[in-house]
């Protein structure tokens, strides 16, 4: 009886491995798992806080990470730097670039899996600051709910030209401007 009993924990014990030679097996419930360069990078690189915001002057609030930004340059526009990942889905890894100017110019892109450009939004290209008789301020905002929002405010002056005193403002214009991203990867404009 007793060789009985140690046979059939023998069995039970058998039965409950399984060997996995780097195939997947018939009724196994294994996703398939995507793993590349790319992939790495993101995993490697900082993660945007959500809500994000960010005004045309802040020039050194953000840091990109120079090392990374060049192993990186495969997948990012010409010219920009990596500043972190917004986000990661099953299909899709958006990510926030900047450009090299006087002031931030914040770029959304959207990459498949594959690290492939599929669409890509540059923010805050407007003039920003003071000229004579100018005054222009840009804001971008991404809310937790992954909506890209950007804010254009100008003011135009009559100035006196020996002064330099405001006379008076001609025109207040604010442009409010909202992106979101489809399923298939592409920013969209809400209406």
């Known amino acids: 009886m007793r060789i009985y009993v140690d046979l059939l924990l023998l069995l039970l014990v058998l039965c ?15 996703d398939p798992v995507v793993d590349n360069d790319f992939l790495s990078l993101v995993r490697s690189s900082p993660k945007i806080e959500l809500p994000f915001s960010m005004y045309c002057e802040d020039c050194c609030g953000l840091q990109a990470d120079a090392v990374l930004s060049k192993k990186m340059g495969a997948y990012l526009p010409e010219g920009s730097s990596l500043i972190g990942v917004i ?3 099953d299909s899709l890894v958006v990510l926030l670039a900047s450009y090299a100017a006087d002031w931030i110019i914040p770029a959304v892109t959207v990459h498949n899996l594959s690290g492939d450009l599929i669409d890509e939004k540059v923010f805050m290209g407007e003039w920003c ?4 008789g100018y005054f222009g301020k840009q804001y971008f ?3 937790q709910d992954f909506v890209f929002t950007e804010i254009d405010t100008s003011f135009t002056f009559l100035m006196d030209s020996v002064t330099y005193d405001i006379i008076d403002t001609l025109r ?15 920013l969209l404009e809400e209406k």
Do not use: L, P, R, W
């Open 87 to 89: 986000m990661q889905t």
């Open 129 to 132: 600051g003071t000229d004579f």
């Open 16 to 30: 409950s491995c399984t060997v996995n030679n780097g195939e997947v097996q018939e009724g196994a419930n294994v």
């Open 172 to 186: 207040t214009e604010i442009v409010h401007t909202k992106f979101v991203i489809s399923n298939s990867g592409i």
């Open 141 to 143: 905002t991404i809310s």
